[in-house]
C-alpha cells in the first residue's frame, strides 16, 4: 500500500493529529468513547502539540476519550522525568481535558510474580471498550512496534519484554549513560496492535529511512516487527520525504 508522504514532518504532524481529532468528533456525534492507542518517543511530539491547540484554540475536548499507551519501561516510577506516565503527562495529558479514570499507561510497581495478571488485566482492559479505534504507531530503528523487539511473535499479547540493544543505545539520550537505561519493558504484544480498527504509523527523519522502507517493502518476518503490518488493510504509512528517501 503507498504510504502517505509529506514534504516535512510539521506537515505529516498536523496530518495525524486531523485523522486523530476527526476520529474523536465522530464518536462525539455518536455518544461513543474514542478508544486511542498512544505512543512516546520523539516522533508523537508534534503530534500531540497540534492536539493540544486543537484542544486550547478550536475547542476540541476529549472528555470522550479513552487512552492506553503501548508500553513502559521496567522496572520505572512513574514519578521519574523518563517514565512514560511522565512523557505522556509532560507532552499530552495535562494540557487537554481527558478525564485521569479514561488515561492507562502500563504502570511498573507491580511485583515480578504480578506481572502477567497485570498484563492480562490491561488486555481485558482494552477488550472491554471494544479494542482500539485508533493505534498511532511510531517505529524503532531495529523494525520494532511498540517494545516488540525483533523476534516478537505475531500473536504476542501485553506482556514483560527484553529490550534490545538498539533500543537501549537510542534511549541513552533520555537516561544519560547506557547503564541506566532498563533492561526489560511491558509493551502490549503485536496481536493487540494489528487488532486496532484504523492504524497510523508515523515515520519522520533520515534515520528512519532504511527501517521504514524495510519494513513496508521488504519480506515480512518476525525480525523485522513492523513488516507485519504491510498484510494489515487498516494501516496508514505516514512518511515525511526523509524517512521515505529510500521507498
Ligand atoms: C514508544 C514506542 C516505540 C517508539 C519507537 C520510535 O511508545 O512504543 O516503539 O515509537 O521506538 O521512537 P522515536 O519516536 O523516539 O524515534
Known amino acids: ?5 509529506f514534504s516535512n514532518a510539521v506537515q505529516a504532524s498536523l496530518y495525524t493529529a486531523k485523522q486523530i481529532a476527526e476520529l474523536i468528533l465522530e464518536k462525539q456525534k455518536q455518544g461513543l468513547p474514542a478508544v486511542l492507542g498512544l505512543a512516546t518517543g520523539n516522533t508523537p511530539k508534534k503530534v500531540y502539540k497540534e492536539l493540544i491547540r486543537l484542544h486550547q484554540y478550536e475547542g476540541l475536548s476529549f472528555h ?3 487512552s492506553f499507551n503501548l508500553d513502559e519501561y521496567y522496572p520505572i516510577g512513574s514519578e521519574n522525568d523518563q517514565s512514560y506516565t511522565y512523557f505522556m503527562n509532560q507532552n499530552l495529558f495535562s494540557y487537554i481535558d481527558i478525564q485521569p479514570k479514561n488515561i492507562h499507561v502500563p ?20 477488550a472491554g471498550f471494544g479494542g482500539i479505534d485508533l493505534q498511532l504507531l511510531g517505529i524503532g530503528r531495529n523494525g520494532h512496534i511498540g517494545f516488540n523487539e525483533p523476534g516478537s511473535s505475531f500473536d504476542s499479547t501485553t506482556r514483560l519484554v ?7 543505545e537510542d534511549a541513552i539520550t533520555d537516561f544519560g549513560t547506557l547503564n ?4 526489560q519493558a511491558i509493551s502490549i504484544g503485536i496481536h493487540t496492535i494489528i487488532q486496532a480498527k484504523k492504524i497510523l504509523l508515523l515515520a519522520l527523519g533520515e534515520r528512519k529511512s532504511e527501517i521504514i522502507n524495510e519494513a513496508i517493502n521488504g519480506e515480512i518476518s518476525i525480525q523485522v516487527p513492523a513488516s507485519i503490518l504491510q498484510t494489515m488493510p487498516q494501516v496508514e504509512y505516514v512518511l515525511d520525504n ?3 528517501r529510500l521507498i
Open 1 to 5: 500500500k503507498s504510504p502517505t508522504l
Open 64 to 66: 470522550n476519550v479513552v
Open 107 to 126: 504502570h511498573t510497581d507491580s511485583s515480578p510474580d504480578q506481572i502477567t495478571q497485570y498484563c492480562l488485566d490491561y488486555e481485558s482492559k482494552i
Open 162 to 168: 527484553n529490550l534490545d540493544s538498539i533500543t537501549r
Open 180 to 183: 541506566k537505561v532498563p533492561h
Open 242 to 244: 526523509e524517512a521515505a
